[in-house]
């Protein structure tokens, strides 16, 4: 992980029925340079995996977005609301 982004939050940007879509996602992400993670993917690797997330999650740093968020509209993919809109 790139040492500018340690404090930096993940937010859940995706939510889907299996890790496996999940991850296809988070490959379409990171080949437009978007960093994405699938926290359930390494269970104990990444240092912000948090308990309680459920199977399929999508996360990427808060200051990618919305990017990601266009970017998964683009390839027509369901995006879970911001809890703040």
């Known amino acids: 992980m790139d040492p500018s982004r340690q404090d930096e939050p993940l937010v859940t940007l995706a939510s889907f029925a299996t890790d496996f879509?999940?991850?296809l996602?988070?490959?379409a992400l990171e080949a437009a340079g978007?960093?994405?993670f699938v926290p359930s993917e390494t269970p104990g690797?990444?240092?912000r995996n948090r308990g309680g997330l459920g199977a399929g999650v999508l996360q990427?740093?808060?200051s990618d977005r919305d990017?990601?968020?266009a970017e998964l509209r683009r390839m027509e993919l369901r995006?879970?609301?911001r809890t703040d809109e």
């Open 25 to 27: 996602a988070k490959g």
């Open 60 to 62: 990427v740093f808060e």
């Open 34 to 36: 978007i960093a994405a």
């Open 67 to 69: 990017r990601a968020v």
């Open 79 to 81: 995006v879970v609301k």
């Open 45 to 47: 690797t990444f240092s």
């Open 21 to 23: 879509e999940a991850s």
